[in-house]
């Protein structure tokens, strides 16, 4: 106990001296924060990194849809100055002004190119700045997919009031019970929505909704190169075979969406005749 106790204070005294490291606030950063143009592409699908704004964490899902979908533009935008770890996680008026800048392009995107397709992608951080953009988005715009990753995000975040009225095909949350980033690293120092708690990355939402997708983290996983902590979201292999289906714009949704809810269900059912015989 007191050695985790020990390696949690160098953890945060790592983050804070990080955080130091550049000079750049977050207000002249953001004026940097668009979307690329989108030159000849049916669709668009944005990536967002984790909160040190650094690209890696989702590049092998951009190069597999570069390569798998050459007529969609795949856009990682770096939300914050790189390596402001700490100001990027709680710097929740310098985030909402970022999200609703992005979300203002988007709706003007949405608006040129109606018939196209767009997405968000968000990893930790990032998985919780794609809520706050989401949820920014004018009434009555809507995006086809939002893909969470480890999202830092509350789990009482409401996702069918505020996120599902402006997504079209699914919401996807993928987490981890063994991701201690976003439980310990959440509970010290707060999510982007700023609750000082397990993030849905950690436990998952807490709540139902027709449109909510969430993929738990499974043993099975490993043989992907995914032992259930945060790092092991960016193995390759895992990014391919677990993530980029729900990513992919013409993996057909409804097919997985219905499978995905018949496993649930299937698996309640199991659940509840366990309970009655005293099996588990």
């Given at each position: 106990?007191?050695?985790?106790?020990?390696?949690?204070?160098?953890?945060?005294?790592?983050?804070?001296?990080?955080?130091?490291?550049?000079?750049?606030?977050?207000?002249?950063?953001?004026?940097?924060?668009?979307?690329?143009?989108?030159?000849?592409?049916?669709?668009?699908?944005i990536l967002l990194p984790g909160i040190s704004n650094q690209n890696r964490e989702l590049r092998p899902l951009a190069d597999a849809l570069k390569a798998k979908r050459p007529d969609v533009a795949v856009d990682a935008i770096r939300w914050g100055p790189p390596l402001q770890l700490l100001d990027n996680l709680t710097d929740i008026d310098a985030n909402r002004a970022v999200a609703q800048q992005l979300a203002d392009e988007i709706a003007a995107y949405r608006r040129d190119n109606p018939g196209s397709f767009f997405e968000i992608v968000g990893f930790s951080g990032g998985g919780g700045l794609a809520a706050l953009i989401v949820d920014a988005l004018p009434e009555g715009v809507m995006i086809d997919r939002l893909v969470l990753v480890a999202a830092a995000i509350s789990p009482e975040f409401p996702v069918g009031a505020r996120l599902a009225p402006h997504v079209r095909e699914v919401i996807v949350n993928f987490y981890s019970p063994l991701d201690q980033t976003v439980n310990v690293g959440t509970t010290l120092f707060g999510?982007?929505?700023?609750?000082?708690?397990?993030?849905?990355?950690?436990?998952g939402f807490d709540i139902d909704d027709p449109k909510l997708v969430q993929v738990r983290w499974e043993p099975e996983m490993i043989w992907s190169g995914h032992l259930g902590s945060h790092v092991y979201y960016q193995s390759e292999a895992w990014q391919r075979k677990y993530l980029l289906p729900w990513v992919d714009p013409a993996a057909p949704i409804s097919i997985m969406v219905a499978a995905w809810h018949k496993e649930q269900t299937c698996g309640s059912e199991d659940a509840d005749a366990g309970e009655v015989s005293g099996k588990r």
């Open positions: 106990m007191k050695a985790s106790r020990i390696s949690r204070y160098i953890i945060a005294f790592i983050v804070l001296v990080t955080t130091q490291s550049t000079c750049m606030s977050r207000a002249k950063f953001a004026k940097t924060v668009h979307l690329s143009p989108v030159l000849g592409a049916r669709g668009k699908i999510t982007i929505d700023r609750v000082h708690t397990a993030s849905a990355g950690h436990t």
